[in-house]
T-cell receptor, first 115, second 115 residues
Framework: NAGVMQNPRHLVRRRGQEARLRCSPMKGHSHVYWYRQLPEEGLKFMVY????????ESGMPKERFSAEFPKEGPSILRIQQVVRGDSAAYFC?????????????FGSGTQLSVL | GESVGLHLPTLSVQEGDNSIINCAYSNSASDYFIWYKQESGKGPQFIIDIRSNMDKRQGQRVTVLLNKTVKHLSLQIAATQPGDSAVYFCAEKSDGGTSYGKLTFGQGTILTVHP
């Protein structure tokens, strides 16, 4: 039973390019979360999605960042016109249902480096 | 804003000793807390959780204590092993009237176990 799969593991982009991060949740999970981790900091919530719906994007920067979780395929976190401050580890997590004591299962993350 | 933080950024122990990692939270309305372990290059791994109607919860070699009076959370690891070396995060469930996995993470404590 594969866990949460993220790719790529490492992504290098030059300033102004676009970054696309992919996340396949665990089998049977329909809830996806994206978190960002800056060096030596805890994870910061970005967005929560269900299939074809963005439920909570209160942690997403207002510009350049977008996320989707289509009916078919992985969830995508897209960062347009990347800047050096976007360099961070981006983690995806999934859970099986909407409930009180949800346990989030995290992927291994994508390390984004902006040159 | 509300935040979750840790008292000690690093903790070094000898193999076989017991470890205690502390966490202070500021949101008195929080009702669910989780401890995660993050090894280098990996995503956070769930360790143990506790709801606010409990003071203590035990798992395998781990115990979480919750003191709501002083808004303090601790993780105790018995007979610490080298494989326990990692960064440990406490996280708080940020319900905001809803109930899903929107977590607020603390800064993290680096636990180093010496053989």
């Amino acid at each position: 039973n594969a866990g949460v799969m993220q790719n790529p593991r490492h992504l290098v982009r030059r300033r102004g390019q676009e970054a696309r991060l992919r996340c396949s949740p665990m089998k049977g999970h329909s809830h996806v979360y994206w978190y960002r981790q800056l060096p030596e900091e805890g994870l910061k919530f970005m967005v929560y999605l269900q299939k074809e719906n963005i439920i909570d994007e209160s942690g997403m920067p207002k510009e350049r960042f977008s996320a989707e979780f289509p009916k078919e395929g992985p969830s995508i976190l897209r960062i347009q016109q990347v800047v050096r401050g976007d360099s961070a580890a981006y983690f995806c997590a999934s859970s099986p249902r909407w409930g009180e004591n949800e346990k989030l299962f995290f992927g291994s993350g994508t390390q984004l480096s902006v040159l | 804003g509300e935040s979750v933080g840790l008292h000690l950024p690093t903790l070094s122990v000898q193999e076989g000793d017991n470890s205690i990692i502390n966490c202070a939270y500021s949101n008195s309305a929080s009702d669910y807390f989780i401890w995660y372990k993050q090894e280098s290059g990996k995503g956070p791994q769930f360790i143990i959780d506790i709801r606010s109607n409990m003071d203590k919860r035990q798992g395998q070699r781990v115990t979480v204590l919750l003191n709501k009076t002083v808004k303090h959370l601790s993780l105790q690891i018995a007979a610490t092993q080298p494989g326990d070396s990692a960064v440990y995060f406490c996280a708080e469930k940020s319900d905001g009237g809803t109930s899903y996995g929107k977590l607020t993470f603390g800064q993290g404590t680096i636990l180093t176990v010496h053989p």
